[in-house]
């Protein structure tokens, strides 16, 4: 066997090891491999990272502010911290990965899957959320104000003291969420499907609830100051039925 092929033997056996290695110092680009890469505290800026391998990668504090990342995959990455201002993440999957504090002010995740993201403190105003997978994610004190989250799946997320003030949530699905505290003045939650969601103390002042389905949701303490809650389904305060709330009712379930 010559020199050649015994290099290229030792290459293709250990070759895993070798593109991993190779792959962290390759340059920002379309379908780059930073698997399990640290990139933390880089500045991605505008970077075009589209179909992107970022699956269990070190980006704490990474500046991506306007950065394409159209169906990347960050499964399982740290991200705490980063910045994502006016990002491009649509289709991105980003299940298990961790946003605490970042900044993601203008993001586009429209039809992004994040299942089970911390998204604890972050900053998404304005953000971009249609048809997001929020399937119990961690949204505590998480700023979504104007946020648009129309069909959006929120079941079983955690959105406690998260400031919803304004939000587009039209058609959201929200079965089991948990809203004690939040601020929900003026938002949007027409049609919204809030079964057995925790809104205890929750501020819904002036809030859409119109044609909404509130059966089995907890709305101890909740301010419904003006809320719109024509056609709204409410299960009755103390006992198992249920009624739907004549159309001039604000406020109160008429």
Partial sequence: ?????????????????????????????????WSGCSKSGANLANANLTNAKLSNTKLINVNLSGATLINANLINANMNGAKLSGAYLSGTTLIGTTLIGANLTRVNLTQANLTRTNLSRANLTNAHLSGVDLTFADLTQAQLGDANLSGANLSGAKLNAANLINAYMVNAYMVNANLGGAKLGDANLSDADL????????????????????????????????????????????????????????????
Wanted: hydrophobic share 50%; glycine share 8%.
């Fill in 1 to 33: 066997m010559s020199k050649f092929q015994i290099a290229l033997s030792f290459a293709l056996s250990t070759g895993s090891a070798l593109i991993a290695q190779a792959a962290c110092n390759d340059i920002a680009a379309p379908n780059v491999n």
């Fill in 195 to 254: 079964t057995d969601a925790n809104l205890s103390d929750a501020d819904l002042t002036d809030a859409n609830l119109s044609s909404a389905n509130l059966i089995g949701a907890n709305l101890a303490g909740a301010n419904l100051t003006g809320a719109v809650l024509s056609g709204a389904t409410m299960t009755v305060v103390g006992t198992r039925t249920t009624r739907v709330c004549a159309a001039a009712s604000i406020g109160i379930c008429k």
